[in-house]
């Protein structure tokens, strides 16, 4: 049968917020646009795979393993389901944070349920397809560990960004008669454009979907990067995510005039378990999987993984490689880079987020056995 794709998206926008990562309301949160899970069913012939990638700020691990349960009723089997979110921050809190209200869990059996319904869909929608790998230099997004960019209102996309992933990767999936089904892209900044409004929204992530849908008649799915410590160059609304998606969109279509279609196809989900040192002693383990091919390849880690540690991974394998963050266990919390150690441990991603997410604060050493294991595992697939 070949190599063959089904993409649905699915709403799941609440009926009421009155929460999210951003701050609690006593009155309902404006919905700006709608939530929703966006699916794509990759199949060989031999093996299926699923990747969900959800308009939420992350998702925890027993919620995560809720979902992927179902879907191995499907026919799917949960070791190859992938559960990401985009980490919108304009969402219902889905990872039980200290200090705020807990997940509601109403609401996670609702978004369960939606992407049951996607499945379906998605099983409908297959079609035999080519896939084909582009890459483009995309600044902008900036380091949010530099000086006073944290949550800074940089109205300019003139910044010195400091450390960054600014690549922008695109996988193609074209039909039998060359018109395009489907894209899967990846791009590394915090989806808060649209900060300081308080309101419901999948950000950037959302409205570049919106505009391939119009204006490329396709499905897209986004991969978010390791963007622990990226943010976007400017926010302050629904006109700022205007024109930093409309940026995007136009990095989008640069890479589609240039990709190179085969039918190499995924052939492999590994599962992996790396042990990450923590600082008061003992490990942690941080689930990771892997879909490889002999043409490109995807890392999907838990946690807010930081750009430095992509970059080395694309060091040492090359560049048809995408990294995606925020999946599967979302409670992980922040994994700094081994400099943000030496120079200010207390800094907010090393210590105090930990307190945030309620998770252990983590050693230096924990990306370093994240890059070598996962690099490993992508050389020996362009082994073959």
């Not at 200090?99 to 998605?122: K, S």
């Not at 600044?139 to 940089?154: C, G, Q, T």
């Not at 419901?200 to 505009?211: L, N, R, T, Y």
């Amino acid at each position: 049968m070949g190599f063959r794709i089904g993409c649905a998206a699915v709403d799941i926008t609440p009926a009421r917020c009155y929460a999210t990562i951003d701050g609690e309301s006593s009155r309902p949160i404006r919905i700006l646009d709608p939530l929703y899970a966006r699916m794509m069913l990759l199949d060989s012939g031999d093996e299926s795979w699923l990747i969900i990638a959800l308009d939420l700020i992350g998702i925890q691990e027993r919620h995560g393993w809720k979902i992927k349960k179902q879907c191995s009723s499907l026919g799917i089997c949960p070791d190859n389901v992938v559960i990401t979110a985009t980490h919108t921050h304009s969402a219902p809190l889905t990872i039980d944070f200290y200090g705020m209200q807990l997940t509601d869990e109403n609401y996670i059996d609702l978004i369960a349920e939606a992407i049951q319904q996607g499945l379906h869909t998605a099983k409908e929608d297959m079609e035999p397809v080519e896939s084909g790998f582009g890459q483009t230099h995309c600044p902008l997004n900036i380091n949010r560990m530099m000086k006073n960019s944290r949550r800074a209102d940089v109205s300019t996309f003139d910044v010195q960004p400091g450390i960054v992933d600014d690549t922008l990767s695109v996988i193609g999936f074209r039909r039998p008669d060359c018109s395009l089904k489907a894209i899967l892209w990846h791009y590394t900044a915090h989806p808060f454009t649209v900060w300081p409004e308080h309101v419901i929204s999948p950000d950037f992530p959302g409205a570049v979907a919106h505009v391939c849908r119009e204006k490329l008649d396709c499905f897209s799915l986004f991969l978010q990067g390791c963007a622990g410590n990226s943010n976007p160059r400017i926010t302050g609304g629904a006109d700022a995510c205007a024109i930093f998606s409309g940026r995007i969109f136009d990095c989008i279509q640069s890479c589609l005039e240039n990709l190179n279609y085969s039918v190499s196809e995924p052939y492999a989900m590994k599962n992996t378990v790396v042990e990450m040192p923590l600082f008061k002693g003992g490990h942690m383990p941080l689930p990771v999987q892997q879909l490889l091919s002999s043409q490109w390849s995807i890392t999907f880690l838990p946690g807010e993984q930081f750009s430095e540690t992509a970059l080395e991974i694309k060091k040492r394998t090359g560049p048809f490689h995408i990294t995606a963050a925020y999946a599967n266990k979302g409670e992980i919390g922040y994994v700094p880079a081994e400099r943000y150690y030496t120079t200010d441990i207390y800094a907010y991603e090393c210590f105090e987020s930990c307190l945030y997410y309620m998770t252990p604060m983590k050693a230096a050493g924990c990306t370093k056995n994240i890059v070598d294991v996962c690099s490993a595992n992508i050389k020996s697939a362009l082994l073959g």
